[in-house]
């Protein structure tokens, strides 16, 4: 758990383009929610499934990464699974974004290693700006 | 009262075994001592017809028969009156030559016939036949008519317990629909709502300028058109499963009702897209619940548009061959794995693969789809192949004089090709 932290310390003391990852199959949902953080300043890749979520958090090293759990080839859950085993991407900061929000899923998505559990209902887009600014920012680093 | 020897088989056909017992009890009860033993059946009412389903013979002679009631004016009788008849038959001349003939072969002198009643109702005859001449007497008859009760008992208990268990089914399929319901409830409908909700957040709170603007509203359209057609195929299939699909079966022309089908989905096809038609322009008379057909044609429609992401051309094509009607829709779209064409029509049966999850949809469409088709006596295939297209027939059975006022039009192959715009 000190390990993460740290290593959000490293991250966050990089000055570039913060750059997010969605990992959305919903084209429609991916190109609403990159219109907002794009607006807002973040570069934005998506990736549409499971399998191509983990080549780009490998490729493209996103800062950020918002993870739907309901996707083609492979889950959310897998997705969070691997990116955690992966010490080149265990480090980065994943937020799920689910159309469910059941208590279990929640719980097992925090256990694996989620900052954050987020329900699209819920959320607007400009709550991802503003989530992904609150924990990229220096006074928002968890206190672990 | 002689004890004959029983070994009754044991009944293996899927009999209710209690009728064998009843049986053999009521030849027990009806053979006077000194006796040869008689022979006694239980006969299940069903509308005019007396089926024997259990019978006792000493000797093993069967005749599980059929009797019509009009050929029998006994069985008719005790079934109407609801009395116990015993009926002299060393006479020949009072019977009809149907009731004579079995009367004869069976060397039957007399006969009583014990009607068993379920609640008011008639359901059965215990009928005990005598080679002898003894007749019955009066303690016998009282023994038969508290048998007939104790079998009445159980026909009705019989009746109730599985009428109780289809409402058990009946309801628990229910609860799995309505499970069904929630799980849509929270995706497919809940993300066209996430989606509408966020687009109108960012034109409240004006992120989105001049031709965004424009996109998010049309989003917000398609959503929102989303969002309705999953609520009707909801509301239809919880109807469907409730009551029943219950048609209004009126002449109509099949060609007729693809023709409207075909106009309600042209202006949604995008341009990419192009629809022709194949068949000869007779009508296609079918006796059809012309709103629900329509929605079979419609749903099969919007698979073909739906599951060919790429566009290119869906045929319509239809035929008449030996009293059916063949009405095909073609497309030229993902195709679907022949595992998965098993499940396709099963209710929520739709088909995630990587390059179709992508599209929303209840899965309900043809399992509503081929209900419909079903219940008008048809069905609905499929052929297809992966990455080749897929092709859905549907067959209907014709009613050539349901349209007997009308007369063709136009007769000939047409064919036509229309582009869409968008």
Known sequence: MSDTANAWGDFLTLEDDVKVLLIEDDAAAAEMYRLRLVADGYAVVVADDGEKGLAMAEAERPDFIYLDLRLPRIDGFEVLERLRADPETASIPVIILSNFGEPELRERGLKLGALEFLVKADTTPSRLSETVNRVTAPKALPSV | M???????????????????????????????????????????????????????????????????????????????????????????????????????????????????????RVVGVIAISARDDAGFSESEVQQLATLAQLVGLRVGHVAS??????????????????????NIAAHELRSPLGIINGYVSMLLDGTLTGA????????????????????????????????????????????????????????????????????????????????????MLLNLLDNAVKFSPGGGDVVVAWTRRAGVCHISVTDHGVGISREQQSMLFTRF????????????????????????????????TVRSEIGRGSTFTITMPLAPGALLAQTPEGVGTVTRSVARRT
């Open chain 2, 161 to 182: 317990d599985r009428a109780l268990r289809e409402e058990a089914e009946r309801s628990q399929g229910l609860e799995r629909l309505k499970g069904e319901f929630l």
């Open chain 2, 212 to 295: 965004d603007q424009r996109t998010a509203l049309e989003r917000i359209a398609e959503k929102s058109d989303e969002m309705g057609r999953l609520i009707t195929e909801m509301l239809e299939t919880a109807r469907m499963e409730a009551l029943g699909l219950e048609l209004t079966l009126a002449p109509t022309d099949l060609l007729d009702v693809l023709d409207a089908a075909i106009h309600t989905i042209e202006p949604l096809l995008g341009h990419h897209y192009s629809l022709a038609t194949r068949g000869r322009r007779d009508p296609l008379p079918v006796m059809a619940d012309r709103p629900r057909t329509q929605t």
């Open chain 2, 2 to 120: 002689t004890s004959p020897a029983f070994d009754l088989p044991a009944a293996s056909d899927g009999r209710d075994p209690f009728f064998d017992t009843a049986a053999r009890i009521a030849a027990q009860i009806a053979t006077p001592s000194g006796e040869a033993a008689r022979r006694a059946s239980y006969l299940r009412l069903d509308g005019d017809v007396l089926t024997a389903v259990a019978e006792y013979d000493e000797t093993g002679a069967a005749f599980r028969g059929r009797y019509e009631l009009p050929l029998f004016p006994n069985f008719e009788r005790a079934v109407a009156t609801a009395e116990i008849q015993v009926v002299d038959l060393s006479n020949l001349g009072n019977l009809t030559p149907v009731g004579a003939g079995v009367a004869t072969r069976h060397q039957v002198r007399s006969c009583a016939l014990v009607p068993v009643l379920s609640g008011e």
């Open chain 2, 349 to 380: 049966g739709r088909l995630v693969t990587p390059e179709t999850s992508h599209i929303r949809g209840t899965g309900l469409g043809l399992y509503i789809a081929r209900e419909i088709a079903r219940r008008h006596g048809g069905d609905i």
